[in-house]
């Protein structure tokens, strides 16, 4: 407790609370106090979709981010918690007759694990295509897809403090080793960078490597200040600590070690960028998450902001308008509104292409240039980052715009096409090329970069 008593800040009282992490999983979720207003026939159901996704979440959640009296269309209530909703009905059903009849683990688990096959756990070819050879070998725990960036999954930074109910990772949260992209090896990833000059960006990711101490962070960032990896410019953290543990910055043990380290990265000459992801506003509505805010930034860190549209939680350009003001107001810089990837309770968070475009448009309406910094609708798909750039009609045909943001090629980088309209579409893979084309302009080249 007694890091606690240095804090010196506005609103002191309300960073005390909560200083000590305390979590919940399927097996505590009876434990949660502000659930015992439920039925009993609603938790369980919490059970039922717990049984099959990833459910955790921590004391911090859901005393200061949940209002309790708005359930269930709270934002972060819908961010952290089960819904019955999120499986298919038969899925549903077929897991909850299980868990009625008390069947035995290895028969929940059986079925949690045929559910789980048909969720698309691994979407975008992230497992075949990205992962880099090294002296002939797959080198695990990272990914190289564009050329300037190599992502690193540290294998201490493979949970978060809370999981995302529509989390794209979800498939690496459920105990089964062979689905990680993990890596311990910080050896192995400073050699790779170190033999591939063009890398400018290391971004670690996870999970979420904040989750990590920082004696663990500084084995792996400490080295980027070698004359090797001089050519390694940005280091970039992807992290949702600053909704899901604010703490992390203020409160923790190590917390001022972790500024210091990152703060001495920067001192080097580093750009060091701290990839937050915020889905609401009410994200950021905390003392202690703004004190965390000032904290880094005053560490010469530059924070940048960066979430998918996901359907009852922010597919309301009024709730973006404000999350981006606010993060304006904070000296957040708004990065990138994404698609929420086909995986996972995808029918349950989806959002047509049409009315994402419609979010980003009206929400950017509303918003000074300061907060226009922000690109999306982005879909991370299998050739890339593909933007929504707008929906017309040209030559009698409806159609959509669409432009790489990054590109596995990077001379598709920048390219625009077009795909026909389809009001139904969520996803890229939805998309036909327009104007009775068989095939958009890089369809062969992927192919052949997939072996097909
Ligand atoms: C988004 C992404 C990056 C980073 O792209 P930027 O446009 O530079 O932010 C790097 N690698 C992968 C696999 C990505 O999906």
Redesign the pocket.
């Known amino acids: 407790m007694n890091h606690a008593i240095k804090i010196m800040a506005p609103g002191h009282e309300a960073l005390t609370q909560n200083t000590r992490f305390q979590v919940y999983t399927e097996r505590q979720l009876d434990k949660i106090r502000p659930l015992e207003r439920f039925t009993k026939e609603q938790r369980f159901e919490m059970h039922v979709v717990a049984n099959v996704l990833p459910f955790r979440v921590n004391q911090y959640v859901i005393d200061e981010l949940i209002d309790w009296n708005n359930i269930p269309a709270d934002p972060v209530f819908q961010l952290t918690f089960p819904q019955r909703n999120m499986l298919e009905p038969e899925d549903f059903e077929r897991m909850a007759e299980a868990l009625r009849r008390d069947a035995q683990r290895s028969e929940i688990q059986a079925i949690a694990v045929d559910i789980r096959s048909k969720l698309n756990p691994h979407p975008a070819g ?1 497992q075949e295509m ?1 992962v880099p050879v090294f002296h002939g070998e797959p080198l695990p725990g990272t ?1 190289h ?2 050329r ?2 190599v ?1 690193f999954f540290p294998s201490q930074g493979q949970v978060c403090h809370s999981y995302c109910t529509f989390c794209f990772r979800w498939a690496q949260f459920i105990g089964d080793k062979e689905l990680r992209f993990a890596s311990n090896e910080a050896g192995n990833l400073h050699k790779y960078l170190a033999g591939h000059k063009d890398v400018t ?1 290391l ?1 670690m990711t996870g999970g979420d490597p904040m989750v990590m101490k920082t004696h663990h962070l500084k084995a792996y960032l400490e080295a980027m200040l070698r004359p090797a990896l001089e050519h390694v410019q940005n280091i970039r953290i992807g992290t949702k600590s600053l909704t899901f543990w604010p703490q992390r910055y203020v409160t923790d043990e190590d917390a001022h070690e972790l500024l210091a380290l990152l703060e001495r990265l920067v001192k080097a000459g580093k750009h060091v960028a701290l990839m937050a992801h915020f889905n609401h506003w009410r994200e950021m509505d905390t003392p202690i998450v703004r004190e965390a805010v000032r904290r880094i930034r005053a560490a010469g860190v530059v924070i940048r902001a960066q979430a998918p549209i996901v359907r009852n939680i922010n597919d309301d350009p009024a709730v973006w308008a404000k999350m981006w003001r606010t993060q304006v107001g904070m000296g957040i810089i708004p ?2 509104m994404f698609v929420e990837r086909d995986t996972g309770a995808k029918r349950y968070f989806e959002v047509p292409l049409e009315r994402t475009y419609q979010i980003y448009r009206e929400a950017i309406q509303q918003v000074s240039g300061l907060a226009r910094t922000v690109r999306g609708p982005s879909m ?1 798909a299998g050739p890339g ?1 593909v933007e929504i750039q707008g929906i017309v009609e040209l030559n009698g045909e409806k159609i959509f715009i669409l432009r790489f ?2 590109g596995r090629n990077p001379d598709w980088v920048q390219r625009i096409f077009f795909a026909k309209y389809d009001p139904e579409a969520t996803w890229f893979d939805d998309l036909k090329p327009a104007f009775g084309e068989e095939k958009f302009f890089f369809t062969d080249e992927y192919n052949a970069m997939q072996g097909v």
């Open positions: 992230q990205n990914q897809k564009y300037e960036t992502l960006d971004l990065y990138y991370s980052k943001i990054q």
